[in-house]
């Protein structure tokens, strides 16, 4: 047994953890079959994943909620708030109740705003070696693509048998759960102070720290170029089942679920290799991997595309293992909710941005054409990497001390303007330099 896995506190975070995520992927299919099965329309299910999507958008406030109160109660409040919020999906039994579907998915997103930064918080808190980061963020990240993986099959199956109030019975019991999984964490965590800097600087705080860590940066720009091109595989993959394998749209299922598999391993391998060879080479590993993926799916057989997906699948959770440690690693406590908000939004926007832009590509152009820009963009998000600086994942007292008091400093007093966010770049510059002598998540990390 890995020595982490013998602390109860981590055991109960990744309790808490799994929970939530499980809630969260059961309950968000069933309701998108539940307003299919209600409306009869395609698009009124679609408008579900986008008034889940929306709120996401306020991933920076969520992240400074995270840094200015103690994480154990808000996640803790923020679950039993969202069991409470599902209860009105009981009272849905036609189409005249379709708007509680509706609003049961922004409130979703509204949670994961504050869940996802709150939850990566809440890890540092618990971290007290920074050579436990990689073992932790792999167990993390596995846990996640496991119960991703699993979580679709539940909630649509659970709806085909019993219906949708049922799934919302159990979501809620899987909400409370994951409360009381949280309630008894027993890490010590100070009271958050403020610093009394302009509320716009505290919210884009995340986004300085990314911009101004050198080791840190070229991670999250080489995998959000990665999750670009991954979020084109979707349309993609109409294409590919049509044209290429001559098989029927409903062969999408079977690709997808071959791809979680991928997912899967890929983020137990990431959990291995971070601590043998760094965030920075397992980043570049792990777009080099997809890349590799992608470029079997040019193959017209269903075993050679099956193989490509699982090795593609495998990529993106493994570049994610990196980027999530190294953030970890470079990211005072105090500021990890922002930082992690920072780097969700900076995967997830583009992520969905693309898929469109991939909708549009694959239409106009053969999805041959498409699956080798993917493979471009994944070997140059590989190459970005080359020469550029490690991030240290050992222990260094020293070092973290340095970076704890170069972070806790307040800036000079001074006035501050909406046009003029300052965020003390010299003093984000030195704290990571200390933390870096050599010298930013999304599942949605």
């Given amino acids: 047994m890995h020595p982490l896995l013998a602390r109860p506190e981590f055991r109960l975070y990744i309790a808490g953890q799994t929970l939530s995520v499980l809630g969260d992927s059961a309950l968000f299919i069933a309701l998108g079959i539940w307003a299919k099965v209600l409306t009869g329309s395609s698009s009124a ?20 909620v995270a840094d200015r109160v103690r994480r154990r109660p808000l996640l803790v409040a923020v679950n039993l708030v969202l069991a409470l919020a599902v209860s009105p999906l009981l009272l ?10 509706y609003v049961t998915a922004v409130l979703y997103g509204l949670a994961g705003a504050v869940l996802a930064p709150a939850q990566s918080a809440m ?4 971290l007290t070696e920074r050579q436990d980061f990689g073992a932790a963020v792999g167990f993390t990240q596995t846990m996640r693509a496991g119960t991703t993986l699993v979580a679709p ?9 019993l219906g949708g109030r049922a799934v919302a019975l159990v979501d809620i019991g899987i909400l409370v759960a994951a409360a009381l999984a949280f309630l008894a964490l027993r890490v010590p965590e100070p009271k958050p102070e403020p610093s009394g800097r302009h509320w716009r600087t505290e919210v884009l705080a995340g986004f300085q720290h990314l911009r101004t860590t050198a080791s840190l940066l070229p991670l999250l720009i080489a995998t959000t170029l990665t999750a670009t091109v991954l979020s084109f595989l ?27 598999v991928g997912a899967l391993g890929g983020s137990v391998l990431g959990g291995v290799l971070i601590g043998r060879i760094g965030p ?5 590993l792990g777009s080099a991997v997809f890349g590799l993926g992608a470029a079997l799916l040019l193959v017209p057989s269903v075993w050679v595309v099956s193989a490509g997906l699982v090795i593609a699948g495998a990529g993106m ?11 970890q690693a470079l990211t005072p406590p105090q500021l990890m909710g922002r930082t992690q908000a920072a780097v969700n939004l900076s995967l997830t926007a583009p992520q969905a941005i693309a898929i469109g832009v991939g909708a549009g590509l694959v239409a106009a152009l053969d999805f041959r054409t498409v699956l080798a820009a993917m493979v471009i963009g994944a070997v140059l998000s590989a190459l970005f990497l080359l020469g550029k600086p490690d991030t240290p994942i050992e222990d260094d007292e020293e070092e973290d001390e340095a970076a704890e ?9 001074e006035e501050l303007t909406a046009a003029e966010p300052t965020a003390d770049p010299a003093g984000a510059e030195a704290s990571a330099a200390e933390l870096a002598p050599e010298a930013p998540r999304l599942q949605s990390t």
């Avoid at 979707?234 to 979680?260: K, M, N």
């Fill in 280 to 284: 920075r080479r397992t980043v570049m």
């Fill in 45 to 64: 299910a679609g408008l579900v994943m986008f008034c889940y999507a929306v709120p996401m958008l306020l991933l920076p406030l969520g992240g400074l």
């Fill in 123 to 126: 890890l540092r808190s618990i």
């Fill in 405 to 413: 008091a170069a972070a806790s400093a307040e800036p000079a007093v």
């Fill in 153 to 161: 099959l539940i909630g649509s199956g659970l709806y085909g048998w």
């Fill in 234 to 260: 979707q349309p993609v993959l109409f294409s590919l089942i049509q044209h290429g394998l001559h098989r029927s749209p409903q062969f999408l299922g079977v690709l997808e679920t071959v791809e979680a």
């Fill in 92 to 101: 849905v039994d036609g189409r005249g109740h379709l708007w509680i579907i």
């Fill in 317 to 327: 959770p493994a570049g994610v293992v990196g980027l999530a440690t190294a953030a």
